[in-house]
T-cell receptor
Framework: SQQGEEDPQALSIQEGENATMNCSYK?????LQWYRQNSGRGLVHLIL?????REKHSGRLRVTLDTSKKSSSLLITASRAADTASYFC????????????FGKGTKLTVNP | DAGVIQSPRHEVTEMGQEVTLRCKPI?????LFWYRQTMMRGLELLIY????????DSGMPEDRFSAKMPNASFSTLKIQPSEPRDSAVYFC????????????FGQGTRLTVV
């Protein structure tokens, strides 16, 4: 299966704390993308990390990729109540497939 | 660009009726995806198009579902006849296939079949 599997399924933290979400996948990839979904809205792209990259930063987001373990993590530092959302990873497979498949996501709740 | 535009935003219909969901992708994008999201099954990929051609429809649940993309700026997802278990939020997304980069999602259509 091409989809990633996010872990944990749910995460509840206090504002100001860091939140770490993990993604595991099974196939070789070109890149891996992380998306956020606020309740009742469409997914929004957060960050993309290519298979030859190990770490990438964007604002309060830090993504790591370990292709040997077929895993990625998303760290949100100094979380805010507005970060409350579901987070999804999407591995994009080698071989020209443009299929974009998502797992169940991690539901993050940041309590004020 | 206004982003991916889906219509209607909400649809309530009676069991057995035909339902048509519409999507306008971002201009210049050549990949289009249809997804269905429910609490039980999560976000399922139903079908995706590349250059208006259906590439993979393995996620379409059954023959009651059909999708078309007559041109680069318009796609439809049709359910005929609709059933209560089709109730879900349906999302359309588009991307530029050659760059293998981000997909842009519409706001979704919340379908309720009673």
């Amino acid at each position: 299966s091409q989809q990633g599997e996010e872990d944990p399924q749910a995460l509840s933290i206090q504002e100001g704390e860091n939140a770490t979400m993990n993604c595991s996948y099974k196939t070789s990839i070109n890149n891996l993308q992380w998306y956020r979904q606020n309740s009742g809205r469409g997914l929004v792209h957060l960050i993309l990390i290519r298979s030859n990259e190990r770490e990438k930063h964007s604002g309060r987001l830090r993504v790591t990729l370990d292709t040997s373990k077929k895993s990625s993590s998303l760290l949100i530092t100094a979380s805010r109540a507005a970060d409350t959302a579901s987070y999804f990873c999407a591995p994009w497979r080698e071989g020209g497939s443009e299929k974009l498949v998502f797992g169940k996501g991690t539901k993050l709740t940041v309590n004020p | 660009d206004a982003g991916v535009i889906q219509s209607p935003r909400h649809e309530v219909t009676e069991m057995g009726q035909e339902v048509t969901l519409r999507c306008k992708p971002i201009s210049g994008h050549n990949s289009l995806f249809w997804y269905r999201q429910t609490m039980m099954r999560g976000l399922e990929l139903l079908i995706y198009f590349n250059n208006n051609v259906p590439i993979d429809d393995s996620g379409m649940p059954e023959d009651r579902f059909s999708a078309k993309m007559p041109n680069a700026s318009f796609s439809t997802l049709k359910i005929q006849p609709s059933e209560p278990r089709d109730s879900a939020v349906y999302f359309c997304a588009s991307s530029l296939a050659e760059t293998n980069t981000e997909a842009f999602f519409g706001q979704g259509t919340r379908l309720t079949v009673v």
